[in-house]
């Protein structure tokens, strides 16, 4: 049978929503649906990773690989410049974890983070993050699930590769002066993201 680009995205949509009607499960009528942990750190991680390809590949790639009318930079006020991805994405962690401190009914964090971090500040610090992000880097293409406790809370940690996906990514790191690692490529893991969803009502 032949499969044209369009029955492959149907098919893709009906298992992703047969992968969804799966995670939401009632124990009996009436009863309030609930979703698995792992299955929306993946939800939310799929949102994550794919606005921050969009942002890398069609934004900061195009205007500064490829039409070079702008550059990044993490002082990107002071430069005139284009935010950092990586900055990005923690501004909207931080953006989401003020605005849900005013809902009683979602709590969860999300961070970056690498084993080659170019700011230390975001160098793995529990055990679940440092077998995370070295279980990711040794295993291309495969999440790390655990759990742990921090601070008397039960939490699920998700680890997902965070990977080059455009030049840029890897130029930077690799000229950063204060990498520690210079040899990325395009496709290599260069850190993960750390998703935690609390266990403990």
């Known amino acids: 049978m032949k499969i044209t680009r369009k029955s492959a995205l149907a098919l893709g949509t009906t298992v992703s929503a047969v992968a969804l009607t799966t995670a939401i499960a009632a124990t009996e009528p009436g009863a309030t649906p609930s979703i698995t942990p792992k299955a929306m750190a993946d939800a939310l991680h799929l949102v994550m990773d794919s606005d921050r390809t969009i942002y890398t590949q069609k934004i900061v790639n195009r205007l500064v690989k490829k039409e070079k009318?702008?550059?990044?930079s993490e002082h990107f006020e002071d430069d005139k410049a284009l935010v950092l991805p990586a900055q990005m994405f923690r501004?909207?962690?931080?953006?989401?974890?003020?605005?849900?401190?005013k809902l009683?009914?979602?709590?969860?964090?999300?961070s970056l983070q690498s084993l080659w971090p170019v700011n230390k500040q975001n160098a793995p610090k529990t055990d679940a993050e440092k077998t995370g992000l070295q279980f990711i880097a040794d295993n291309k293409g495969k999440n790390y699930y655990t759990e742990e406790t921090l601070g008397g809370t039960r939490y699920f940690t998700a680890v997902y590769p965070d990977v080059?996906?455009?030049p840029v990514c890897v130029s930077?790191?690799?000229e950063h002066k204060d990498s520690p690692r210079r040899d990325f490529k395009?496709?290599?893991v260069m850190g993960g993201v750390v998703i935690r969803i609390p266990l403990d009502s």
Request: charged share 25%; proline share 0%.
């Open 186 to 188: 395009l496709g290599d």
């Open 69 to 72: 009318v702008i550059t990044a």
């Open 164 to 166: 080059g996906v455009a």
């Open 172 to 174: 930077c790191h690799n």
């Open 104 to 110: 009683d009914d979602v709590n969860f964090t999300y």
């Open 91 to 101: 501004f909207g962690a931080e953006l989401v974890a003020k605005r849900a401190e």
